[in-house]
């Protein structure tokens, strides 16, 4: 079992639409899982991080966490062209201090 | 915000040949940075950790001596690939945080090293 696994996509959805990011995570000392977005020949860039169960809403990003399903996902409102790229899921593990990246799942969004 | 700067950008080399990129914090001292790589479609794969002041810890099935970490400074670290194939063509990317602020992951622009 992989560690961090994602759907790779491509996830399609139109313009303005709801893209729905799905994580699960096999670590369960986990404690605090960041999502970053990185385009095509790029580093990752940070959109959000959670370390609650439950919701957390930034803009039109929302994410959403369950530890105890080790389940953590990323909801885009609104979707613009512009987000579309790969987004990677990280769980952070406390005690070790070091982001392990999922494969990552491709967005694209059309006009 | 915290600012990580990586050089070269991208670089290629000849076989065989060693190649140095620099990482550095510009605007917080980091204790703790890391070095990844990225073959093409594929996600980060952590390389190491390099640590201010000591040894840098490695990933299973990372060669230490083939990926020479340094950490001088508490701005500074440095990846350096020795004898350089084909094959270590990549995307290196590092990044750091703020002392022990684990909220505060920030990346590099990453290094696009490419060996003939």
């Known amino acids: 079992q992989k560690e961090v696994e994602q759907n790779s996509g491509p996830l399609s959805v139109p313009e303005g639409a709801i893209a729905s990011l799905n994580c699960t995570y096999s670590d369960r000392g986990s404690q605090s899982f960041f999502w970053y977005r990185q385009y095509s020949g790029k580093s990752p860039e940070l959109i959000m991080f959670?370390?609650?169960?439950g919701d957390k809403e930034d803009g039109r990003f929302t994410a959403q966490l369950n530890k105890a399903s080790q389940y953590v996902s990323l909801l885009i409102r609104d979707s613009q062209p512009s987000d579309s790229a790969t987004y990677l899921c990280a769980p952070l593990n406390t005690g070790f201090q070091k982001l392990v990246f999922g494969t990552g799942t491709r967005l694209l969004v059309s006009p | 915000g915290a600012v990580v700067s990586q050089h070269p950008s991208r670089v290629i080399c000849k076989s065989g040949t060693s190649v140095k990129i620099e990482c550095r914090s510009l605007d917080f001292q980091a204790t703790t940075m890391f070095w990844y790589r990225q073959f093409p479609k594929q996600s980060l794969m952590l390389m190491a950790t390099s640590n201010e002041g000591s040894k840098a810890t490695y990933e299973q099935g990372v060669e230490k001596d083939k990926f020479l970490i340094n950490h001088a400074s508490l701005t500074l670290s440095t990846l350096t690939v020795t004898s350089a194939h084909p094959e270590d063509s990549s995307f290196y990317i590092c990044?750091?945080?703020?002392?022990?602020?684990?909220?505060?992951?920030?990346f590099g622009s990453g290094t696009r090293l490419t060996v003939v």
């Open positions: 959670i370390y609650s169960n």
């Open positions: 990044s750091a945080a703020p002392g022990t602020d684990v909220y505060g992951y920030t």
